[in-house]
């Protein structure tokens, strides 16, 4: 154990204790004695030593901790330093007597309980699901999840497995619970934090190569979509297609936000899909608000005897829920016409057209319900909170948007609805 000198201040070099090390992996390192200087009321100067350590209490806080351990005369230096590492001591061994750590499971559901409200619930279940890979966890201390046990566990799921995104994931929320103990010091260190840095789990991808349905492609994709899929699914699409929704918002389309007089829906803050955060109103193309919405509410209203459900586009499977999964029908898709798409590229598509029908950046922006006051709109964001646009401009630019994909699709006969 050695010491440095430095005007006035006498540093102890941490020790090779492993539980210290643990207790201040993520804090600061470091416990010391220092020599302070102050006046006494008859004007002398007096020298005190100064012990300066960190504290971890039984409620898991750290405190900084300063204590006298006596005048300068009265004591040697080596007689410091062995009073100064007795408190050191005497620190960590009320780490170990406190309570203990928590476990796992009681880390997440606390984590859970703390951010009800800010997440979906189909975002908790796919949470639920990952930790059910470390079941055999739930009931360790978290201290005893090691980075070996973390990495095993990341390769047998991603390698042996074949599941790489799902290994992934399950990095993701395990280190949000672990960054949230270590915050809240109620854990020494987040042992994910080395597993992701190693596999570069949140290392930024390469940007997604747009994929769109092209204007060639347009007449089959039409086609396909008509002939080849059940009717939910066929609209569904559709109002990816000519809205540009993404298709959490799509799959979540409810009576109570539409109005048929103006066709117009209300987007609220709060719902999925909606990154603005904040309430706006979309005005609904003609061909969809005649041809999806208008049948759909005919429909609904003989099942319900005369009454509309809650969802625009109800599950064919599951009464009373809504249709919000098209995956199935893009694998269809691509069986038909080998044509390889998402739902995210239906929004490219619908970008793509309004970009060479409108040639207004903002306005396709606007189109895509993007938040202009994010990042990427840093440079422009000044100039757009003084651009305004009306409603019949914003109509008008979305049923432009929709002739041109209407013009594309019927480039051959269009096909009867299935």
Same mark, same amino acid.
């Given at each position: ?16 204790d492993r539980a210290f ?5 993520? $804090?600061? @390192? ?7 200087? *102050?006046? #006494? +009321?008859?004007?002398?100067?007096? &020298? /005190? ?51 203990e750590v928590r476990t ?40 005893? $999840?090691? @980075? ?7 390769? *047998?799921? #991603? +390698?042996?497995?074949?599941?790489? &995104? /799902? ?252």
């Amino acid at each position: 154990m050695g010491f440095k000198y430095k005007d006035d201040i006498v540093s102890l070099e941490c020790p090779e204790d492993r539980a210290f090390i643990e207790v201040w992996h993520e $804090v600061q @390192e470091g416990f010391g004695v220092r020599i302070m200087r *102050r006046n #006494s +009321r008859n004007g002398k100067i007096k &020298r /005190t030593y100064l012990a300066r350590y960190k504290k971890l209490d039984k409620e898991g806080i750290v405190a900084d901790r300063k204590e006298a351990i006596g005048l300068v005369s009265e004591m040697g230096f080596d007689d410091a330093k062995k009073a100064a590492y007795a408190l050191y001591q005497a620190s960590t061994g009320a780490r170990k007597s406190g309570a203990e750590v928590r476990t796992l499971k009681a880390a997440y559901d606390d984590y859970l309980a703390v951010r009800k409200g800010l997440i979906a619930p189909d975002t908790v279940s796919g949470y639920d699901t990952r930790m059910q890979l470390v079941q055999d966890w739930l009931d360790m201390p978290l201290t005893d $999840v090691t @980075e070996t046990m973390l990495t095993d566990r990341y390769m *047998r799921i #991603s +390698r042996d497995e074949g599941h790489l &995104r /799902t290994a992934k994931m399950l990095l993701a929320v395990l280190h949000a619970v672990y960054a949230r103990e270590v915050r809240a010091r109620r854990c020494p260190h987040n042992p994910v934090a080395f597993v992701t840095s190693e596999h570069k789990i949140y290392e930024k991808p390469r940007s997604r190569e747009a994929r769109f349905v092209k204007e060639r492609e347009m007449p089959i994709f039409w086609q396909s979509i008509h002939t080849r899929l059940h009717p939910c699914a066929r609209d569904f699409l559709l109002v990816m297609l000519f809205t540009g929704f993404r298709e959490s918002l799509a799959g979540g389309l409810t009576w109570d936000n539409y109005d048929f007089n103006t066709r117009t829906y209300r987007v609220q803050a709060q719902v999925r899909g909606n990154k603005k955060k904040e309430t706006f109103y979309f005005p609904i193309p003609e061909y969809i608000a005649e041809n999806v919405f208008q049948k759909r509410a005919a429909e609904q209203r003989m099942k319900y005897s005369g009454n509309l459900g809650k969802w625009i586009i109800e599950s064919y499977k599951r009464r009373g829920q809504p249709y919000k999964d098209a995956r199935g029908s893009f694998r269809a898709i691509l069986t038909d016409t080998h044509i390889d798409l998402s739902d995210h590229d239906l929004r490219d598509t619908f970008a793509t057209i309004a970009r060479r029908v409108l040639r207004d950046t903002l306005l396709v922006s606007r189109l895509l319900t993007h938040n202009l006051n994010a990042s990427d709109y840093d440079q422009m964001s000044t100039t757009t909170d003084y651009i305004g646009i009306e409603d019949d401009e914003f109509r008008s630019a979305v049923e432009r948007v929709s002739a041109e994909i209407l013009r594309a699709a019927t480039a051959a006969k269009q096909p009867e609805a299935a």
